[in-house]
């Protein structure tokens, strides 16, 4: 039997505020054997990566919002054209510009509208660690970054201004949290769509679990559509239609949207 394949955002959904995996083994591996779990996630493939040994839920991912996808075992075609980087087990392609190249045109874009911010690409691991709030081999881990940039979001001007100005430069921004995310690569849902195309999989097989901005072109990729309730519902999540609306917050939601897919009231 074919299993529904759950595209997953990972921050305040499958771990906590905390960065920690709640979720027992046993919980996990009754998942891995009803569900095939692809993490998407504006994360480092590095960071996914780890995130899945650290679980057990091994297979295919999307990074860096969309500008990353990470093949287990891609088909042919795939092998023998558009293959950008192996890594360990994952065979990576990139969608945009990479990120050295769009680090160039970020600080001259920001440098022409005099506005100084801290740069998560540039950073020490140290440095990156503070600001992050991780020990230091979680940030070593967030800054192998293949296809974005990321630069902090407190700055002096509104953000939809400044998404114009990179707008008008082919670069889009994704705000995720503590970070802007710059890239010229797909967005999650275009790099869900372009994997459901790519595996050949029935589109009604899908489901998709997300709880912030950067969720809503996932969310509208997939067939079936879960919604996390941190502390109330995001707004732009908010308008999509016939989407589950999950009653318990954070790792609690991402449970019970098992349990809806489940049929079944508990999952342990």
């Known amino acids: 039997m074919k299993k ?23 919980f996990l591996k009754k998942t891995a054997d009803k569900f095939r779990i692809v993490f998407v996630s504006s994360r480092t493939a590095e960071e996914i990566i780890y995130l ?51 680090l160039s045109e970020t600080e001259s874009i920001l440098k022409k509208l005099n506005i100084k911010t801290v740069i998560l ?24 970054r293949r ?44 790099a869900v769509k372009y994997y459901i195309k790519t595996m050949n999989i029935d589109p009604e097989m899908t489901a998709g679990v997300g709880n912030s901005d950067n969720d809503f072109s996932l969310l509208n990729a997939v067939s079936k559509k879960f919604i996390i309730n941190n502390d109330g519902y995001n707004e732009k999540l908010n308008t999509i239609e016939n989407a589950v609306k999950l009653k318990q917050p954070g790792t609690k939601g991402w449970k019970e949207m098992i349990s809806i897919l489940s049929e079944v009231h508990e999952v342990r």
Not at 87 to 97: A, W, Y
Not at 127 to 132: K, L, P
Not at 160 to 171: H, M, N, Q, T, V
């Open 147 to 190: 296809a974005t940039v990321l630069f902090r979001s407190e700055i002096p001007t509104a953000n939809s201004a400044l998404a114009d100005e990179f707008r008008r430069s082919g670069i889009s921004l994704v705000f995720g949290g503590k970070w802007l995310s710059a890239s010229t690569g797909f967005d999650k849902g275009e």
């Open 52 to 102: 899945q040994n650290s679980t057990g839920l091994k297979g295919d991912f999307i990074a860096e919002n969309g500008s990353v996808l990470g093949f287990f075992d891609p088909p042919v075609h795939i092998k023998n054209s558009v293959i950008s980087e192996t890594l360990k087990e994952h065979h990576l392609i990139f969608t945009g510009k990479c990120a050295v190249e769009l």
């Open 4 to 26: 529904t394949i759950i595209f997953s955002d990972i921050d305040g959904t499958f771990i906590d505020s905390s960065y920690n995996i709640v979720f027992s083994r046993t």
């Open 121 to 144: 690409n540039k950073l020490e691991p140290d440095t990156a660690a503070v600001f992050s709030d991780y020990d230091k081999a979680s940030a070593i881990r967030s800054l192998s």
